[in-house]
């Protein structure tokens, strides 16, 4: 390369009594395991016939993001590449350089760079230089650049990641868009055997400990089911979890309680094992307790300059902040060159350098510092004069590393004891820097933002960051958990940007993007009539901006689109909602060929809603086909990248396993809902609060296909798990779970034994109807549908349960219902009409009245007409019945049939079989 850049040596020191030391990626303590799928990933992204492309890789803290990327970067390196991490200060001098401008590539380069999220604007500046270089010269240069961000969290629409994004605009967003690689999000290894993936890692870490010391490892016992359930639920599957059990067990001398050990406990052991080496190191005349907590602060102001005044004054106020002598800071300096300190770059400066692992690091400087609580406030302050960029980051990324974890509740709040005190303009910066939707930041995120809302100003000035810091306010309360106040904070924001954009029209992008929060918030709380009215109201903005602006525009328009689809199905408005998805499908499929990589994801999500709105529809075969696309995409995304798309396919596959019930393909519906099973089940092994409501809905699902192909038995099993987990959910306070929770309780009452289980089966079907009655009593269009099908069910319980007038009644409600469906669809309702009569007729053939049985058969016959002419393959089961049925009766009570009324379907039949032949 001919620029002042050079890539990182990333070989560190291996010092076994030190586990950062063990566990930093550079060490290669162990071989990779379970990441091959990825490296192909990557490799097919280096090889590419693109001159540009740029990767951002993200995951929880030690899942393996730097160890993988150093991986492909050694390949790369061997296929003849200049490969590897790029330092954060070469970086930066190489960026505001002169040469940068016309910096040209000699070789294949592969440039990776380490926690992006402190480096964002530089890395801005980078990628739209290689991206206009891609469209330009690269193409005839023969040479190819790849870039790989690493950072723990990469959300396109909030945090730094889409801070960067959002601040590009025309040529230069159209120029790293299309270069832009789909995110890599990263999750546990070994996605097709996860558990053997655990074991392995153990045993891989036992046998390097045991060449490493030259000692024996104990033996890894055998571990049962119960055992690598403990496993998982205690490690997460991490692999620095794993790693650090294994070590800890060598350590002690036993493996025989290395599933025993949670997160907190080992992040525990590996921070007592790190504060005993630095008390070892730790030389004459310097204090051990003021040495440890200088090489606290470090993790949280990253490595520092021996000459650095900020930081030698910050060790001193610590000093004084505990009541040693302004002298002691010598003995403190002498005792950090000792244990963090390392020769520098090439001028000779004495580095200190934190503990080289991340999650340990960030470990050891809230367990240190946080041992005086009293000075912890005026200590966070100080170490944030240093360098208030990096310390916030460092800050808010050890938050999010450790919050949940045992033993480190404090980093909930630490936080907020020292808001109050720092400036606005570093508050604002800050906000923009932190990714709220992950739910491990929220409390912070209510903590800083609610600090904002009293300290911004009331001018003309604020009024923006105002409007701007309660739609982030909304957003953390909605990740904590507390959807009202994220509904009202919304409404605030949407009141403050509402005003804003009568003075400036520039304004309303964010007024876009508030709305566009309240919708989902009020979708959540079941107010779907209000989500569609300000989905409407965000289509709207965004279709008048994309005509001035185009570019990004027009992905957020195509986005709306697809929101606005969804909170009408949500609302009954299907007919609405069936052309705000197909307007959706049309702007996303046009973004897809142009940049399939990045919208991709948008398009099958669009697929998926106009199959949805099809099936709200009825309208079973214009649904299948995009259904069966959007899986189709899905398929190939979920191979590629596992851990972000496992749960889309999942849900795909929920989404058509209705269709082909309805269609009569039960060989593709069971499946279909059994794979959709057990991708959700691999999800909750993960995190069962997080995927439960969706498992539930898949075991619904398929609960309904077993009844649909008569397997019963099994059904019931499926249909009382699925129901024991939505209790659960309405338990937990989330009432928008009673609709589903209404849903399984009908499918269990269909699918109980009533010889068995008859108060069982009736007790089901009639809380089902009631649920059912009072949702059509609020929503009549949404849920009219499924009122119908709950009084038809429980009108079947009852009769066969010996009620036979409160059966009849119930059915006759059943089908006064289905006539309002059928007035106003046709299409849609007509066999499940045709069937209410059917089961009404029954009930009249129980109670000794064939007439009324007959007579409500014949009604039957007469609705088949319009199914079996247009749709005769599924409407064939049902008249079978029926006019089996209707012919049997007509013997019983000495009546001749209609076989005037029955001829009408002999051409139906006769066409249908013989196309069926050919």
Not at 759 to 769: D, F, P, Q, V, Y
Request: charged share 25%; glycine share 8%.
């Amino acid at each position: 390369m001919d620029a002042p850049i050079y890539l990182a040596n990333t070989t560190h020191l291996i010092i076994p009594e030190r586990p950062g030391s063990l566990l930093h990626p550079s060490a290669s303590f162990l071989p990779l395991v379970g990441r091959g799928a990825e490296l192909e990933g990557i490799d097919s992204f280096c090889n590419s016939g693109a001159p540009f492309r740029w990767l951002t890789v993200f995951g929880n803290g030690g899942v393996g993001k730097t160890r993988l990327t150093q991986e492909a970067a050694a390949k790369a390196s061997a296929d003849g590449w200049l490969a590897g991490f790029v330092p954060g200060d070469a970086l930066d001098a190489w960026v505001s350089s002169p040469e940068f401008a016309t910096f040209k590539p000699l070789q294949n380069t592969l440039m990776i760079i380490d926690n992006a999220a402190r480096k964002s604007e530089v890395l801005e500046n980078l990628i739209v230089h290689f991206a206009k270089w891609g469209r330009e010269e690269g193409r005839s240069s023969g040479k190819r650049v790849r870039l790989i961000l690493i950072e723990r969290r990469a959300a396109v629409e909030a945090g730094w990641f889409g801070e960067m994004l959002h601040r590009l605009s025309g040529p230069e967003w159209e120029a790293v868009q299309s270069s832009m690689e789909m995110p890599l999000r990263l999750g546990f290894p070994g996605r097709e055997d996860p558990d053997n993936t655990m074991v392995e890692i153990l045993q891989e870490s036992l046998d390097a400990w045991s060449d490493l010391c030259q000692k024996e490892a104990p033996r890894l016992p055998s571990l049962s089911r119960e055992s690598l359930q403990a496993l998982r639920l205690n490690t997460d599957r991490n692999p620095v979890y794993l790693q650090l059990a294994a070590i800890r067990a060598c350590e002690t001398g036993s493996a025989v309680n290395i599933t025993d050990w949670d997160q907190g406990d080992l992040l525990q052991w590996a921070v007592a094992r790190e504060r005993a080496a630095v008390r070892g190191l730790c030389p004459k005349g310097s204090d051990p307790i003021l040495v440890e907590r200088a090489v606290a602060y470090l993790a949280f102001c990253g490595a520092r300059d021996s000459k650095d005044d900020g930081f030698i004054n910050l060790l001193r106020a610590d000093a004084l902040c505990l009541g040693a002598s302004e002298t002691a800071i010598d003995g403190t300096l002498m005792g950090l060159k000792a244990t963090a300190g390392r020769g520098g770059v090439e001028d000779g400066r004495q580095l200190y350098i934190p503990i080289i692992h991340d999650l340990i690091n960030g470990a050891f400087g809230v367990l240190v510092i946080s041992e005086y609580r009293a000075q912890m406030e005026e200590c966070i302050e100080v170490a944030i004069g240093v360098d208030p960029e990096l310390v916030w980051l460092n800050l808010i990324r050890t938050t999010g590393d450790l919050s949940g974890i045992k033993g480190f509740e404090l980093v909930n709040h630490w936080l907020d004891m020292v808001l109050s005190e720092r400036p606005v303009e570093e508050l604002i910066w800050v906000s923009r820097q932190t990714s709220l939707r992950n739910s491990n930041l929220a409390a912070f995120g209510i903590s800083l933002h609610e600090t904002l809302v009293l300290k911004l100003q009331q001018t003309p000035a604020y009024a923006s960051v105002r409007a701007d810091t309660m739609n982030r306010l909304a957003v953390a309360n909605f990740e904590l958990g507390n959807v009202g106040g994220a509904l009202e904070t919304a409404r605030r924001a949407v009141e403050a940007y509402s005003k804003l954009v009568e003075d400036d029209p520039a304004n309303y992008r964010r007024l876009a993007n508030c709305l566009n929060n309240l919708a989902a918030f009020e979708a959540i709380q079941g107010k779907a009539v209000n989500a569609a009215k300000e989905g409407l109201r965000v289509v709207q903005i965004r279709t008048d901006l994309a005509k001035e602006e185009g570019g990004q525009e027009e992905a957020e328009l195509a986005g709306a689109w697809t929101n606005l689809a969804a909170y009408q199905h949500h609302a009954g408005s299907y007919r609405p909602a069936l052309e705000a998805a197909e307007e959706g499908v049309k702007q996303w499929e046009k973004l897809a060929r142009s940049n399939p990589r990045v919208y991709v994801p948008g398009f099958v999500q669009a697929l998926n809603n106009l199959a949805i709105s099809h099936a709200r529809l009825r309208e079973w075969d214009e649904a299948l086909a995009p259904a069966e696309r959007a899986i189709g995409f899905l398929r190939g995304l979920s191979e590629k990248n596992p851990d972000a798309f496992d749960s889309e396919l999942a849900a795909a596959l929920a989404n058509v396993t209705p269709v082909y019930g309805a269609l009569g393909r039960a060989s593709k519906a069971v499946p279909a809902a059994v794979e959709a099973v057990e991708i959700y089940e691999r999800l909750s092994q993960r995190n069962a609060d997080v995927w439960k409501d969706d498992l539930a809905l898949a075991l619904n699902n398929l609960a309904a296909e077993l009844l649909r192909s008569g397997r019963r038995e099994q059904g019931e099993k499926v249909a009382n798990r699925s129901l024991s987990l939505y209790k659960s959910l309405l338990v937990d306070g989330r009432t928008r779970f009673a609709v589903p929770y209404a849903t399984a309780l009908n499918n269990l009452a269909a699918l109980t034994d009533l010889n068995l289980a008859p108060e069982k089966a009736l007790a089901a079907a009639s809380r089902s109807a009631e649920i059912h009655e009072q949702l059509t009593s609020v929503r009549p269009k949404a849920f009219l549908e499924r009122h119908a099908a709950s009084l038809a069910n429980l009108g079947r319980i009852m009769g066969e349960a010996g009620l036979v007038e409160k059966g009849i009644s119930s059915v006759k409600l059943a089908i006064s219902e289905f006539k309002k469906l059928v007035d106003a669809n046709p299409d849609g309702y007509s066999l499940e009409f045709a069937a209410a009569h059917g089961q009404v007729a029954e009930l009249y053939a129980i109670s000794g009245d064939l007439a009324g049985g007959i007579e409500h058969l014949e009604r039957a016959l007469g609705i088949m007409r319009l199914p079996m002419s247009k749709r005769i393959g599924p409407s064939i089961p049902l008249f079978a019945t029926i006019a089996k049925r209707y012919v049997e009766l007509c013997e019983v009570a000495v009546k001749r049939p209609s076989f005037e009324l029955l001829g009408h379907f002999d051409n139906l039949l006769d066409y249908h079989y013989k196309k069926r032949a050919r």
